[in-house]
């Protein structure tokens, strides 16, 4: 039987070009996501090069300037690069996240938050922003990316393919005959659904491997072919919900009206309506710290911070930082008045403040992305591009613990340069090769249970109304 | 003809308000329209409050900060927070993808900081509910479900040769329906103004500007459910039956609210593409490298030979004011020229952004929306600007202090002691900041074209639907 369902519903999809035009639809769609995506991350990616090319460059140069300096007196002036003072403002390092190549299939938060930063010891960023430049409304509409197809415009065309699946045969008449004939009409509803999922399905899969092939070949990759095929996967149990739910829809046989209004009103529901308000019940019950407040609280500090006592205190603590008192071999900026050594134990101070209140802000956050994600199982929509963002390592959890990391780099950093300045020892050539700038690495990867958790949900759900609309069709 | 055709417009209404489907649909976006109004009111305050009580307390800050050198003060600053008007209640725009505060220093020109999209969970970007929202989105949606079956209805009921036979021309037919369909609309539509009125202007005692643009925009949503209605209507005209009716309608939603306008970011930075950040940083400091002793230096002979003297120490100014003066005045044009660059790149993609921008309204009624709600893009650019002339004046306010005021001091960066301190009196001269917001003249001037693109859709729409009663088969 079911060869001669497939057959029929062949049949009748090329002969309305149903089939074509699909294909002409996703092939143009998948491509267009996947070009827009991977010039997303070419861009971010060869910025990144550039980065690290730069550094090099300057280690370079600073290494020769060190090696070629000499002063009249025989010290070492605030214009050497070894001088600690120069190296503490002018020394640039850098932090990144590099972007995983799945990030051409799901974008992510990665247009939002920054994915690399420079900084050196005095600037916690020579950047003219955190993040990257982008226009305001392109990050309001968000990007073009094959997560959006997916979520978005695919489950749009099931809604087009199968808003009819029993009401079309009911008004061709066609069910009397299925029953004279002593063919279960569930079944055969059950069939036609598979018949559509299969259909899109490979389809969509072609479409994909075809156009990831190529666009990005590495994804074939032994480093993350698992993973795209982990992507490929949710997509397609995602379409199989969608499938599914029409075919519940469907299952309570009204017209092909009624299916089709309240699929398109299951759409919004399940893509506008609940996320917004599992959104919003997660700033209500984890409120972020005002960033007003923060603003003014910095202001404060850098106000009330005393930085003779501050140095004072320091000094008390480890004697051996009253060397740039004593020590003459070695000028600092503005040395008459202390003026360096003051103002590196000011900022140590005023940093570790400003550290624990931006702490508070990504602590609350991910008390948000904790109670999102708990809840992704309330729409298929949330927990399928979760699972996309979270194995491109761009959901907002990746980019808080990227950016707890580089705080904490940034932090060792400046304490580092901190003490050479006080000590007054200078930076030798050798020591720059110590420096290793932060490359941010995902050691939380979208695990295997989580993915198990994942499709056991997806999978049940869609046994469940699939079994429901079994029984119903079952109804006289 | 006129009495017939509205008569048929009533009847149109007489039978929805007989229809407990219509009812239920009022209500349900009553309820929708209500909470989001009533949960971006909340915000807006929420918000609006914390904003005055800082800016008040960075006020506070700078007059209060004691005796000190003007120079430090300068590095101090001020942090300027962006004000919203309360039509942000209606259309948030763009507010949670740009920063909400600058910090205005000496020698650098701050981008603005803490976008509020980067302080909230990731599923905010499915999209925020607000009454600009459930306008632009779920409204459309309630024309087609009230219009989809306008022409279908009657062709499946055997009603339309009825029509036609009490000397009603298609033409008349299709004016009734449109007619009735914009009764009902009203229906639904005026209390959601009277709420807008209710929850925005009356509270807040809008000026008469903010008034204005309340009332356009309200005049341009109408517009936009006009076209959304004349599409529909015109889709009955062209298709045998409902359920075709009802499918072509919805793809035209899902293709003006869903495809189009991500489709146009795609297009936009494929044609145009903005520098890196990283760029634009090197640039600025490829750029920003004046020697400040030479600087100095120049400007302390120049002052000698001015005013005659022999040495630096017997002028009656302070050359080093002048010499922060001038060192700012270089980083500030680096800057306008780096942030004009910027700009540029956003406008031409914005720009570009109106061609496939053409084939969906609500691209054109949502850069109107916004922007008539200021919380569009060029709100933020004039909040940039803004900001940007308040940190000239304050920094040069306080240069010409040192220039004319502090004992002159050889600059040395290595043996440099600060001793010359302002205190209150100099901090007053700088006057709290305070936020303008563009008239309503302003901003429709910077939309031209964009009011033309809606004008052009409803024209379009019309013509349609005029071009489709004649594709009305019996």
């Known amino acids: ?476 | 003809m006129t009495g017939k055709v509205r008569q048929l417009a009533l009847k149109e209404l007489k039978e929805s308000l007989q229809d407990s489907y219509f009812y239920i649909l009022t209500f349900v976006v009553f309820l929708l329209f209500v909470a989001s109004l009533v949960l971006n009111s909340l915000t807006f305050h929420r918000q609006d409050q914390t904003r005055r009580e800082a800016q008040a307390a960075v006020r506070a800050q700078w007059l209060s900060q004691g005796e000190t050198n003007p120079h430090g003060a300068a590095h101090f600053g001020i942090t300027a927070f962006k004000a919203y008007s309360p039509l942000a209640i209606l259309d948030r725009g763009l507010s949670d993808y740009t920063g909400q505060a600058v910090v205005l220093e000496t020698h650098k020109r701050n981008a603005a900081v803490y976008m509020p999209a980067k302080d909230q969970n990731a599923v905010l970007r499915f999209g925020y509910f607000t009454p600009a929202f459930i306008l632009q989105y779920f409204f459309p949606l309630i024309i087609i479900i009230l219009s989809y079956a306008a022409i279908t209805a009657e062709k499946e009921n055997n009603t339309l040769r009825l029509l036609l036979s009490h000397a009603l021309s298609g033409k008349q037919i299709l004016a009734g329906k449109i007619l009735g369909i914009l009764y009902k609309l009203l229906i639904i539509y005026i209390p959601v103004v009277v709420l807008m009125l209710c929850f925005i202007a009356v509270p807040h005692a809008l000026s008469w500007d903010h008034l204005l643009s309340l009332g356009t925009v309200c005049l341009l949503y109408f517009l936009y459910f006009l076209i959304f209605a004349l599409l529909s209507v015109s889709i009955s005209c062209y298709c045998g039956t409902s359920r075709a009716s009802l499918l072509g309608s919805l793809s035209v939603w899902m293709l003006i609210c869903i495809f189009i306008p991500r489709i146009t970011n795609f297009v936009s930075t494929a044609v145009v593409q903005a520098p890196s950040t990283y760029d634009y940083s090197r640039e600025v400091e490829s750029r920003y490298k004046y020697d400040f002793s030479t600087v100095y230096n120049n400007i302390e002979q120049t002052l000698v030979k001015e005013q005659g003297v022999t040495t630096a120490e017997d002028l009656n100014v302070n050359p080093f004011g002048y010499a922060l003066d001038e060192t700012e005045l270089m980083g500030q044009q680096i800057y306008e020229q780096v942030y004009g660059h910027i700009e540029t790149k956003f406008h031409q993609q914005n720009r570009v952004a109106q061609i496939p921008g053409l084939l969906s309204p609500l691209q054109s009624l949502r850069t109107l929306s916004m922007d008539l709600c200021r919380t569009g893009f060029e709100e933020h650019l004039h909040f940039g600007t803004e900001v940007e002339q308040y940190r000239r004046d304050m920094m040069h306010t306080l240069n010409m202090d040192i220039a004319h005021h502090s004992p002159y001091e050889k600059h040395d960066f290595v043996k440099k002691k600060v001793t010359y301190k302002q205190d209150h009196s100099l901090w007053e001269q700088v006057p709290a900041y305070q936020h303008t917001f563009r008239s309503i003249t302003a901003v429709l001037k910077t939309q031209v074209f964009t009011l033309f693109i809606l004008a052009g859709w409803v024209v379009a729409a019309f013509a349609l639907a005029t071009y489709s009663y004649q594709k009305i088969k019996i």
Not at chain 1, 126 to 148: C, S, V, W, Y
Not at chain 1, 150 to 161: F, V
Not at chain 1, 167 to 195: C, D, H, V, W
């Open chain 1, 1 to 476: 039987m079911i060869r001669h369902v497939f057959f029929y519903e062949w049949k009748k999809f090329t002969s309305d070009h149903v089939v074509w035009r699909s294909v002409m639809i996703i092939v143009l769609l998948t491509v267009t996501a996947l070009i827009n995506g991977n010039r997303w991350y070419e861009f971010e990616h060869s910025t990144m090069q550039q980065i690290v090319q730069d550094y090099e460059t300057q280690k370079d140069t600073v290494r020769a300037g060190m090696l070629s300096y000499t002063h009249p007196d025989g010290i070492i002036g605030i214009d050497a690069p070894q001088n600690p003072s120069t190296f503490y403002a002018g020394y640039r390092v850098y932090a990144m996240k590099p972007l995983n190549p799945l990030t051409i299939l799901s974008v992510g938060q990665s247009d939002l938050y920054a994915n690399y930063s420079v900084f050196s010891a005095r600037d916690k960023t020579r950047l003219i922003q955190d993040e990257e430049i982008q226009n305001p409304l392109h990050l309001m509409t968000g990007k073009f990316d094959l997560t959006f197809v997916i979520i978005y415009i695919l489950p749009l065309l099931i809604i087009a393919w199968s808003y009819d699946l029993y009401a079309g045969e009911a008004e061709r008449k066609t069910t009397t005959l299925i029953r004279a004939y002593g063919f279960p009409l569930s079944r055969y509803m059950l069939y036609k659904a598979l018949f559509q999922f299969l259909l899109l399905s490979l389809i969509f899969t072609v479409t994909l491997l075809v156009a990831v092939a190529a666009i990005k070949p590495l994804l074939f990759s032994v480093l993350y072919i698992l993973d795209f095929f982990l992507c490929c996967g949710l997509a397609i149990g995602y379409l199989l919900c969608w499938f599914t739910i029409s075919f519940f829809i469907n299952a309570w046989r009204r017209n092909a009206l009624f299916n089709g209004v309240m699929l398109v009103s299951i759409w919004v529901i399940l893509l506008l309506f609940i996320p917004y308000v599992i959104s919003f019940r997660a700033n209500t019950l984890y409120p972020v710290p005002s960033r007003e407040k923060q603003s003014l609280t910095r202001r404060t500090l850098a106000k009330q911070i005393d930085r003779k006592e501050t140095l004072q205190k320091l000094v008390s603590a480890r004697p051996d930082f009253n060397r740039f008192r004593t020590d003459t071999t070695v000028q600092l900026i503005f040395e008459a008045s202390h003026g360096y050594p003051h103002f590196v134990c000011y900022q140590a101070e005023l940093e570790k403040c400003c550290y624990s209140m931006e702490d508070s802000v990504w602590h609350q956050l991910q008390q948000q992305e904790a109670y999102c994600h708990a809840l992704r199982f309330a729409s298929p929509s949330l927990l399928v591009t979760h699972g996309l963002h979270q194995l491109a390592a761009t959901d907002t959890h990746h980019y808080i613990h990227y950016l707890q990391q580089q705080e904490q780099y940034y932090q060792t950093w400046r304490q580092r340069l901190q003490e050479q300045v006080l000590l007054k020892q200078p930076v030798s050539p050798a020591a720059l090769n110590t420096i290793t700038p932060l490359h941010w690495k995902n050691d939380q990867p979208y695990s295997l249970p989580q993915a198990g958790t994942d499709s056991l949900f997806l999978l049940g759900c869609i046994a469940l109304m699939a079994g429901t609309a079994h029984i119903q069709y079952k109804k006289p």
